[in-house]
């Protein structure tokens, strides 16, 4: 798949980029808005975690085994869940175990099913194409995740009156919840669904644009962006779900009743 | 799960000893209720009277176990609540809240909704049940294509009732019924309470701070404040001569209703 030779990007020409960031940081002195050492902070955290995480693919491609693999996606994974739980201000009961399940089945599964059905690696756990292809699919999941948790919140508060008149008339607490959770499954897909349809037109994916870059054949980088875009889709909807189903469970004592305190 | 007992008329709700603690916030548990023990009897209606805060809303909701007692139980039909199915329980006895809550749709898919819960086929808009179940609560044929939600405050208690009667319960529980509604409608719903105790032998628990509720529609009434029960009795004894300090305040209180 090597195609045309990339530019290799040296040390002035990063340097010259970076001029940029501090142009960013001038231009905030000047308004006075007291951004620009957050600016520069970021900008020191993207290049020391980039470089850092260069460094390391480098060392794990080497070494050709599939435990150093797993334990990036591990911690990958981790981080997600803790960004999630800064991102999420209203939580549900025991919203770690219930994400860190669901982000596991959902986007474990769906970087399994993509990386060794569809793309068909072998060995499964090629770090070239699994680490990337997780980084995706765990990015994406994780705003569609932190939709579902925020939503089931606030609709699992706000139909408190609605689900105690449901479960009056003999419903289940699944029946109860039923419209909470129909709301929030649709809030969870809403960013994907219109990704996908922006997809091509308004946005040129990271991707596609960098597998353009390194050289391949625009029709061959468009189809892993359709492949990717699925798994995406599948991965983000299996994530919210489970993080419903396994979620709603929790405003609910084994006696259908609604509990205390908890919405 | 026990299949739900056949109500005698002796004793369809029983209660023994029940208390009911909550944790607020970082505080001690608070005993919400204690020492609750009463009989309420089908055919009758049993008001359960006192200031708000003194724990009749609590009360009410473990009639259909909506909460459980942290000690002592309640009994339908001599049988414990924890052991039968609560799904089944809550359309045996059937709680009409204090504000009406309407799904979205029209009035008879309100009044059909705990057939979809329950998996069973839908009432036909001219069945029987479904027709007893309106003229019980006062309510025209005419409503059932009406959207719920456009309804009056008093309408919509109206439908409330009648989707509480549809299921056919033993147990009927009022909390706080006329509340919501103006002097007219209340009291043409306290009308509507009386009929259905007496012509479906229904054994009904009112919860209401309405003493003049409560007087015109009651066969029993109990005080309770404080998480305890003061008093018992007709509520022409109660209203009449109470015995203890904070009954008679009661009835002084800053807003008496016309007993």
């Avoid at chain 1, 390391?56 to 739980?85: D, N, T, Y």
């Avoid at chain 1, 995740?145 to 699944?174: I, P, Q, T, V």
């Avoid at chain 2, 009410?60 to 002592?72: A, K, M, Q, V």
């Avoid at chain 2, 309407?102 to 049940?129: H, W």
């Amino acid at each position: 798949m090597q195609g045309l030779q990339i530019v290799n990007l040296e040390l002035p020409d990063l340097a010259l980029a970076y001029g940029l960031v501090l142009l960013a940081a001038g231009l905030a002195r000047l308004r006075h808005n007291g951004q620009e050492w957050k600016i520069l902070w970021a900008s020191l955290r993207m290049v020391v975690q980039l470089l850092a995480m260069g460094y390391l693919l480098h060392f794990v491609f080497a070494i050709k085994s599939p435990l150093p693999v797993l334990a990036i996606l591990l911690v990958m994974g981790g981080f997600s869940l803790q960004v999630m739980g800064g991102h999420v201000k209203q939580k549900m009961p025991h919203f770690y175990r219930v994400v860190s399940c669901a982000i596991f089945i959902g986007c474990g599964g769906a970087t399994f099913l993509f990386c060794s059905v569809i793309v068909g690696n072998t060995p499964w756990w090629d770090p070239r194409y699994l680490i990337p292809m997780a980084g995706m699919i765990i990015g994406n999941s994780m705003n569609g995740a932190s939709l579902a948790a925020e939503r089931l919140c606030s609709e699992m508060s706000g139909r408190r009156e609605e689900m105690e008149a449901a479960l009056c008339l003999g419903a289940s607490s699944r029946q109860a919840a039923e419209a909470a959770l129909g709301q929030a499954f649709r809030a969870a897909l809403m960013t994907n669904v219109n990704n996908m349809a922006a997809m091509g037109v308004v946005m040129l994916p990271g991707m596609m644009t960098g597998q353009i870059l390194a050289g391949i054949e625009p029709v061959v980088a468009v189809r892993y962006q359709i492949a990717i875009m699925c798994a995406i889709t599948g991965s983000v909807s299996v994530t919210s779900y489970l993080i419903l189903i396994l979620g709603y469970r929790h405003y609910f004592s084994d006696a259908h009743q609604l509990k205390m305190g908890e919405a | 799960m026990m299949a739900i007992p056949a109500l005698e008329k002796e004793e369809s709700l029983r209660l023994e000893q029940v208390c009911v603690l909550r944790q607020q916030g970082a505080g001690p548990r608070r005993e919400l209720l204690s020492g609750i023990s009463f009989l309420a009897a089908s055919g009758e209606i049993s008001a359960i009277v006192g200031p708000s805060g003194g724990g009749k809303s609590t009360l009410i909701r473990l009639l259909n176990r909506l909460e459980d007692p942290t000690s002592g139980a309640v009994y339908l039909g001599g049988t414990d609540l924890r052991q039968l199915d609560p799904l089944q329980l809550r359309r045996q006895v059937a709680l009409v809240a204090q504000k009406p809550f309407m799904f979205q749709g029209t009035v008879l898919e309100n009044l059909q909704r705990s057939f979809v819960y329950a998996g069973k086929p839908l009432l036909a808009p001219d069945s029987a049940e479904l027709l007893r179940a309106l003229a019980a609560s006062r309510l025209d044929e005419e409503f059932l294509t009406r959207d719920a939600r456009s309804l009056s405050l008093g309408e919509q208690q109206r439908v409330s009732l009648a989707r509480a009667l549809i299921t056919s319960p033993g147990v009927l529980l009022l909390d706080e019924p006329t509340s919501a509604l103006d002097r007219r409608s209340a009291e043409e719903l306290g009308q509507a309470f009386r009929e259905i105790s007496r012509q479906q032998r229904l054994c009904v628990v009112l919860v209401t701070h309405d003493l003049a509720l409560a007087g015109r529609i009651a066969d029993h009434c109990l005080f309770l404040d404080g998480g305890r029960i003061l008093e018992a009795g007709s509520p022409a004894e109660l209203f009449t001569r109470p015995r203890t300090a904070q009954l008679a305040r009661f009835l002084a209180g800053p807003a008496p209703q016309e007993v």
